[in-house]
């Protein structure tokens, strides 16, 4: 893709994990990161899905250089990070922005929001003139009155102060910004309200968005692709509609299931069982086979790599693609029933009901 903004490629993020804090000895690795690739082109946008520790937010923070691969590369606009010069990084740094999960943790109560806002623009050294004019650009372009400038965060409510995170996000005019859970944190009844903002400025500015989510709901709102992780690797890629409407990968079906409404039938009625495996001790073969339902004695034994489907989806999975055929994905299972519950930060499970 020649309008590619960012592009990951085989990228690796171990954490050592020590006996003691000073000076421990290494006892293993937390795969958080576990070889992953995609890209994203200008104007898109691209969702990282997965359960609570799969490894998206540290994805994230790769991308947005607060944390060094342990291998791999980052390629933006076609260049290396690994190989960029200082004044190359600094440019990629106001390139690429982030709207971070919480509202509230987001914005230091003492500073005016005028301060928050333009705080990016100082520190790349605009002026105070132009700082004041972008800033006003900034909110009225988020639906905020410029005069907001002068109030402090705890006078807005949880909506308004993510449309200053936008705002923020916006000033520095970048490609790229990076959405961590931007509405978990919000009410119902507000989430729409700023993923409709979101998109509005994407059609507005052609910005690309790399949007963090356990929530399919919203993820499908405001996605033209998704990948789907479990535990550092990414097991399905493919288009937004595809993945929703058609999951191919257990583990994806499994999520589309648990946030599909009540009163409505997924596409593949699948449960997830269990519990997330330590990202220390990875099961071998496909990492999702403790829990899968469809599991052949292969998947214990051998990694499935991603693999091109023809509707050209990437899938990661022994199913496919001779035993897919098989399998009634419209039929209930034998035994099980299913109910919501929520784990971690909020995420979906679906458990069978005992
Ligand atoms: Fe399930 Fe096997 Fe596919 Fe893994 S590879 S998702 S265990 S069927």
């Known amino acids: 893709m020649n309008n590619t903004v960012v592009e990951i490629r085989n990228l690796v993020k171990h954490f050592p994990v020590k006996t003691g804090v000073i000076m421990g000895r290494t006892i293993g690795n937390v795969k958080a990161v ?10 898109e946008t691209f969702a990282l899905v997965g359960e ?3 490894g998206k937010t540290t994805v994230a923070n790769l991308i947005l250089k607060l944390l060094d691969p342990t291998s791999g590369d980052i390629l933006f606009q076609g260049k290396s990070l690994d190989r960029a010069s200082g004044s190359e990084i600094r440019q990629y740094r106001k390139s690429v922005q982030a709207v971070l999960q919480d509202p509230y943790g987001a914005l230091n109560p003492r500073m005016r929001v005028g301060h928050i806002v333009g705080e990016p623009l100082e520190v790349h050294g605009y002026g105070r003139s132009e700082r004041t004019r972008l800033v006003r650009d900034a909110l009225r372009s988020v639906g905020l009155p ?3 400038d002068s109030q402090f965060p705890h006078e807005f409510s949880g909506g308004q102060r993510q449309r ?8 520095l005019e970048p490609s790229l910004i990076v959405l961590d859970e931007p509405v ?5 009844s507000i989430r729409s309200q700023v993923l409709n903002l979101l998109k509005d400025v994407q059609d507005q500015r052609g910005i690309s968005f790399i949007l963090i989510s356990h929530d399919l709901a919203s993820v499908e709102h405001m996605s033209h692709r998704i990948g789907v992780m479990y535990l550092g690797k990414l097991v399905e890629l493919g288009g937004a509609e595809q993945i929703c409407d058609d999951p ?14 009540p009163g409505r039938t997924p ?6 069982v269990g519990e997330v495996p330590s990202a220390m001790e990875t099961p071998s073969g496909c990492a999702f086979h ?6 052949m004695p292969v998947c214990s034994q051998v990694a499935p790599s991603l693999t091109k489907l023809p509707d050209g989806r990437q899938v990661s999975c022994h199913l496919y693609p001779d035993h897919i055929g098989s399998i009634d994905k419209s039929a209930s299972l034998p035994g099980l029933e299913f109910t919501t519950s929520t784990i971690g930060d909020g995420g979906p499970e679906v458990r069978p009901v005992e």
Not at 184 to 188: A, F, R, T, Y
């Open 267 to 272: 596409p593949w009625q699948i449960p997830i």
């Open 248 to 261: 191919a990968h257990p583990y994806s079906a499994s999520l589309v299931a648990a946030s599909t409404p």
């Open 34 to 43: 576990d070889d992953i690739s995609f890209g994203v082109s200008q104007g």
């Open 52 to 54: 609570s520790g799969c």
């Open 164 to 171: 200053i995170g936008v705002a923020r996000a916006l000033t």
């Open 184 to 188: 978990s944190n919000l009410d119902v």
């Open 146 to 148: 410029e005069t907001s």
């Open 290 to 295: 403790p829990r899968c339902i469809y599991a």
